[in-house]
């Protein structure tokens, strides 16, 4: 029997693997965000590319997805997120700021823009 995971508390949080939580997160998208389409992207066609893209009504957001907040990320992921964010609405989410960046995703989302 092989276990898919391994995880530790920290703070509040509990360490799990990206995917497990990007699963999750897609979940809470769909529920918040009823109709949404969300997209993973394939790395090897844009290096630095953000993990998942959401399209919402006239509207969109591409998310950064990290399993904790002290997760690794590239420079290049730093600077397509700035750049992205400037199209529209887009960030890095990790547990530990999801409702903060869910609500700011559902503002923009709002202002249509």
């Known amino acids: 029997m092989s276990t898919s995971f391994v995880f530790r508390w920290e703070s509040d949080y509990i360490l799990e693997r990206e995917s497990e939580y990007q699963s999750k997160l897609k979940e809470k998208l769909l529920d918040r965000f009823p ?3 969300i997209f993973k992207t394939d790395p090897s066609q844009k290096r630095g590319a953000p993990d998942l893209i959401i399209l919402y009504s006239d509207t969109w957001a591409a998310l950064e997805v990290k399993r904790n907040s002290r ?6 992921q730093d600077r397509r997120i700035e750049e992205l964010n400037r199209m529209g609405f887009a960030a890095i989410i990790f547990p530990e700021n999801e409702s903060e960046v869910l609500n700011e995703m559902e503002r923009a989302f709002n202002a249509g823009w």
């Open 71 to 76: 997760a690794k990320h590239r420079p290049l």
């Open 35 to 37: 109709g949404a389409y």
